[in-house]
Antibody
Framework: QLQLQESGPGLVKPSETLSLTCSVSSGSLFSTSYSWGWIRQPPGKGLEWIGT???????YYNPSLKSGVTISADTSKNQFSLNLSSVTAADTAVYYC??????????????????????WGQGTKVIVSS | QSVLTQSPSVSGTPGERVTISCSGSGSNIGSKSVTWYQHVAGKAPKLLLY???QRPSGVPDRFSGSRSGTSASLAITGLQSEDEADYYC???????????FGGGSKLTV
């Protein structure tokens, strides 16, 4: 059974960059057209999609976070990462990584990761505080 | 303010049937299939339904889903205490080019 595990610092100072890594237990990250995403849940609030990196390497980000977010992948390590720059207290949350099902929607030569997020990591809590 | 609208809370007694609704627009639910998640505090969200009404292996058939126009709903029959959790709808939004979630509905049994 595929497993995902988030790792990274639990405490980040305001204005710094939050960096998390998701390790995928088996298989090859992009070998079977899977895409990989990051989601977060601030305290007392609901789930919020942060962004996704597709098997093609294309990335899609939440427009409300877009300017500060970067998702990348290291296929040699079977890992993908999240960088969120210039964080504030509002970025305090439990961060999850997850796999998208292979379904995608293609239009005009561009494909989008419309497959549901089916396998999730356990989540890692990140607090932004000085 | 979430792009998808859910009632914040719903309750029922054991054995009862409850429904949770999710309202969106033409750029999300109106054109893309809906996913439902069950989230128990402290655990990873669990995929409950995908493609509007498809259950992953292991999800009991007490859980069912439907979509009509720009709305979707999750139905739970034979309510059990273990169903107490937060439930989220989600889908792709063509205008935002991204995934959107509902605000979540807290089910109390």
């Amino acid at each position: 059974q595929l497993q995902l595990q988030e790792s990274g610092p639990g405490l980040v100072k305001p204005s710094e960059t939050l960096s998390l890594t998701c390790s995928v237990s088996s298989g090859s990250l992009f070998s079977t057209s899977y895409s990989w995403g990051w989601i977060r849940q601030p305290p007392g609030k609901g789930l919020e999609w942060i962004g996704t990196i597709m098997y093609s390497g294309s990335t899609y980000y939440n427009p409300s976070l877009k300017s500060g977010v970067t998702i990348s992948a290291d296929t040699s390590k079977n890992q993908f990462s999240l960088n969120l720059s210039s964080v504030t207290a509002a970025d305090t949350a439990v961060y999850y990584c997850a796999r998208h099902m292979p379904q995608r929607y293609c239009s005009g030569g561009t494909c989008y990761p419309t497959g549901s997020l089916d396998i999730w990591g356990q989540g890692t809590k990140v607090i932004v505080s000085s | 303010q979430s792009v998808l609208t859910q009632s914040p809370s719903v309750s029922g007694t054991p054995g009862e049937r409850v429904t949770i609704s999710c309202s969106g627009s033409g750029s999300n639910i109106g054109s893309k299939s809906v996913t439902w998640y069950q989230h128990v505090a402290g655990k990873a969200p669990k995929l409950l339904l995908y493609s509007n009404n498809q259950r992953p292996s292991g999800v009991p058939d007490r859980f069912s889903g439907s979509r009509s126009g720009t709305s979707a709903s999750l139905a739970i029959t034979g309510l059990q205490s273990e169903d107490e959790a937060d439930y989220y709808c989600a889908t792709w939004d063509d205008s935002l080019n991204g995934w959107v979630f509902g605000g979540g509905s807290k089910l109390t049994v």
